[in-house]
């Protein structure tokens, strides 16, 4: 009952929340609001929410503008306010461009509010660098607590320049109002170009050069509807000039801005006065102003800057410095592009990629490497190329992240089973998804791994996940183990005519014992070995991992085996007795004279046996003195004398003692069955 009170507190707020902010605007039709995220454009003005389209669950931000925000302007204000915005996102619509925040549901306006729906949004640049006007509070932590890396920085800047190339070159279209505020990350970590508020298009003429219209800079508008003065290019704002290199400019201001913890280089505070003095500032401009950004590329930005127009470079020339010959870069630049590539080529990037993650910042391999990827698990045949950078990628992982952005697109890997080269990565990985996935996920998708790979016809398969499963033992609950896997490895090694895949699964179980309850020994375990075919227990192999699972249970430190059970389920074993139904007949001689053995293989065994024989000395004396008269009775079995069999109390037995001490056990000491 209380998580249904919880359930329907929660939609509750949501409602009202959206009720408030969204009243009448159509856009709440197709689209359902939840969390107010971030803030973004000219003054911040829009309120960035995460939300979903009803009609097909897609993710997608809503971005909102609440008319009350501009209550304080005059009306001639408000209106020109309204009036960029309602131009800049009719153009925003019209533009499609990876670089370019894309817009999946055009703007609507109400009598309260504006909206439009674009992709999963993050944050403004502006967010991240500390603006964060009409941002909720407290300020989200996934935004307070963002710090930029510098191959996202990096990366970051080259997609925008690539997007303003597109816009200057393909469009013909000047953004005038290029800052932080109109630099939107996307959920993916992508830098997307937005705000075209004050864009203008070239005027079309007979001559092949591109002119651009003059528009003066109107000192009685207020500021929310004029391009910000700390980014704008003198000859914008002076000489009313409209140039590319206006944009460079306010790009290299951008560039500076990042690198000197969010501040300009001058801040005018959309004061004109203030404006033309830091103009002049700009006419001598030093290398000991841009100390603050990198020596790759101090010189470029330093033209960016430049007074004069027709001295700064262009877009391409900055795609072009050394400052983006970097491998994480690279790789960023590859995974993006890899649609583009036949398999040969993704073959040879994926397997080189682990070895370039470990250079890339965890958080921009999990929101940008890591859906690019995904994209590759429609094709099988690249998918264990794939597979290894996906999982060096896991490894840095928290349980919530793997859970979250990982295990669900892997579990349609995990059901894979051609090639076999997939089975065998996710083999080599089954601890790793062991420890961060969450319980219920762990039983119905990382543990049926192991029983298809156990249940398979590949003995390369089977080896390898017997040979695995030990390492994360302590992973699995014991529950599963005596259920589900133990009972997988026994019926592998009866069905199994393949010598080795029997001897890996005998020496699989001996490495589980140590993780097993008295039960699970004494009724899976032991049982087990008490009814094997004589002729495998003749097998040297098989007989040496036999001894050392007995060796293991023995020296157990959580579970005492009594003698009766060694008598009774470990000794006839070794002994190669077959078993009929109600009584174990002695049809094979004795493994102690089979020629199969190597000296140290008898040894090795003999070792075990006179460990078991001393558990059963040790624990009651007085039978054992019983047993030994009783062989006194039986005088044609001439295995050694009264005196020798009790000095084995306190000394070890010769071969041939041990032999007559372990028939006599045989013969005379009770039931042998469960």
């Known amino acids: 009952m209380d998580v249904l009170n919880k359930l329907y507190y929660t939609v509750s707020s949501t409602v ?27 003054g911040l003005l829009w309120k960035i929410f995460s939300g979903f389209k009803k009609s097909t669950n897609q993710e997608a931000s809503i971005l909102v503008l609440e008319k009350k925000q501009l209550g304080r302007l005059s009306k001639k204000d408000r209106e020109a306010v309204l009036d960029t915005l309602r131009k800049s996102i009719s153009q925003l619509a019209r533009l499609r461009h990876p670089q370019i925040l894309a817009v999946q549901h055009t703007l609507e306006e109400s009598r309260d509010s504006l909206a439009f729906a674009t992709e999963p949004v993050f944050a403004s640049l502006a967010n991240i660098l500390g603006k964060v006007d009409n941002v909720p509070v407290p300020v989200p932590a996934s935004v307070e607590n963002y710090k930029l890396f510098e191959v996202e920085i990096k990366y970051g800047l080259q997609q925008i320049a690539e997007g303003f190339s597109f816009l200057h070159n393909d469009v013909k279209l000047l953004h005038r109002n ?61 000489s009313c000039k409209l140039l590319v290199s206006s944009d460079v400019f306010s790009f290299g201001m951008l560039i500076y801005t990042l690198y000197n913890r969010g501040h300009p280089l001058h801040y005018s505070n959309n004061n004109w006065t203030t404006y033309n003095l830091n103009v002049l500032k700009f006419k001598r401009i030093s290398n000991s102003d841009l100390l603050s950004i990198p020596q790759e590329i101090r010189e470029i930005v330093k033209l960016m800057l430049n007074y004069m127009p027709e001295l700064r470079p262009e877009f391409h020339d900055f795609l072009k410095s050394e400052f983006f010959d970097d491998v994480g870069i690279k790789a960023l630049i590859h995974s993006d592009s890899m649609f583009q590539w036949d398999n040969l080529q993704k073959t ?58 990982i295990l669900p697109y892997l579990k349609r890997v995990l059901r894979m089973q051609e090639p076999v080269q997939i089975q065998l990565i996710c083999l080599q990985k089954v601890e790793l998804m062991l420890k961060l996935a969450l319980a219920d996920e762990i039983e119905s998708e ?27 033992a302590t992973l699995i609950h014991y529950q599963t183990m005596n259920r589900d896997l133990l009972p997988r490895i026994e019926k592998l090694y009866k069905s199994n005519c393949c010598a080795s895949v029997r001897v890996n699964c005998l020496d699989c179980i001996g490495k589980l014992v140590e993780h097993l309850d008295s039960w699970g020994i004494r009724v899976d375990v032991l049982y087990f070995l008490l009814f094997l075919r004589v002729k495998d227990r003749k097998e040297p192999e098989v007989l040496m991992s036999i001894a050392g699972i007995y060796k293991k249970i023995l020296n157990h430190k959580k579970v005492s085996v009594t003698k009766r ?58 039978e054992i003195e019983q047993l030994c008269s009783m062989q006194e009775q039986h005088k044609n079995c001439d295995f050694g004398t009264n005196n020798n069999i009790s000095d084995g109390l306190g000394t070890s037995l010769t071969s041939q003692e041990k032999e007559g001490l372990l028939l006599l056990l045989f013969l005379f000491s009770g039931n042998f069955f469960f």
């Open 178 to 238: 290029l800052c932080p505020q109109n630099i939107v990350i996307n959920k993916k970590g992508a830098w997307k170009i937005f705000g075209f508020d004050y864009s203008v298009h070239c005027i079309s003429g007979a001559e092949a050069i591109v002119r651009w219209p003059t528009i003066e800079y109107a000192m009685d508008v207020h500021a929310l509807a004029q391009p910000s003065l700390d980014y704008l290019a003198p000859e914008s704002a002076l």
């Open 565 to 622: 059970i060694i008598a009774e389920k470990m000794i006839p074993v070794l002994m190669c007795v077959e078993f009929g139904e109600e009584v174990p007949l002695p049809l094979e001689m004795p493994l102690s004279i089979e020629k199969s053995l190597t000296a140290n293989q008898f040894n090795a065994i003999m070792t075990v046996v006179e460990e078991m024989v001393n558990v059963i000395v040790a624990e009651d004396p007085a």
């Open 348 to 405: 040879q990037f994926y397997e080189g990629l682990p070895q370039i993650l470990e250079k890339i910042p965890h958080r921009v391999c999990l929101f940008r490497i890591i859906p690019c990827l995904w994209k590759e698990f429609v094709n099988p045949t690249m998918v264990p190329f794939v597979l290894p950078s996906v999982f060096a990628i896991s490894e840095g992982c928290t349980k919530e992240e793997f859970t979250r952005y």
């Open 16 to 42: 009202s929340q959206l009720s408030i902010v969204l009243p009448g605007n159509p856009v709440t039709r197709e689209y359902e609001a939840t969390n107010h995220i971030a803030s973004a454009g000219p």
């Open 446 to 472: 990382i543990l049926p791994v192991l029983y298809r790979a156990l249940e398979c016809n590949s003995q390369q398969l089977q080896e390898q996940c017997l040979s695995v499963i030990p390492t994360f």
